[in-house]
């Protein structure tokens, strides 16, 4: 079965940090770019960061800048979003997809099921 993995959600505190994995199953991601995106209640879905095929480029939404970071070990077959000085505006729930036709691309090829954040004291 071909599918996208979230992991490493929960509760935190604000200012807290927590790190996200969206993990590939049933095919490799050495060739799709990865995008992370959230969903809070009631709102759009947004964008937060995205990381090429070979990792060599990455952006982020200017909410999360300078505060999350995206990486990739192909070899684990893995994407991982590193969430520091977390705000409860973060609160949402995060998705992985992945993009063949790279992070600019509007057509997505796998989508994980989401893994849900909450920051809140």
């Known amino acids: 079965q071909l599918q996208l993995v979230e992991s490493g959600g929960g509760l935190v505190q604000p200012g807290g940090s927590l790190r996200l994995s969206c993990a590939a199953s049933?095919?490799?991601?050495?060739?799709?770019?990865i995008g992370w995106f959230r969903q809070a209640p009631g709102k759009e879905r947004e964008g937060v960061s995205c990381?090429?095929?070979?990792?060599?480029?990455?952006n982020y939404a200017d909410s999360v800048k300078g505060r999350f970071t995206i990486s990739r070990d192909n070899a684990k077959n893995t994407v991982y979003l590193q969430m520091n000085s977390l705000k409860p505006e973060d609160t949402a729930v995060y998705y992985c997809?992945?993009?063949?036709?790279?992070?600019?691309?509007?057509?997505?090829?796998?989508w994980g099921q989401g893994t849900q954040v909450t920051v809140s004291s």
């Open positions: 049933g095919f490799t991601l050495d060739y799709y770019a």
């Open positions: 997809a992945a993009l063949s036709g790279g992070c600019l691309a509007t057509e997505y090829d796998y």
């Open positions: 990381i090429s095929s070979s990792g060599g480029s990455t």
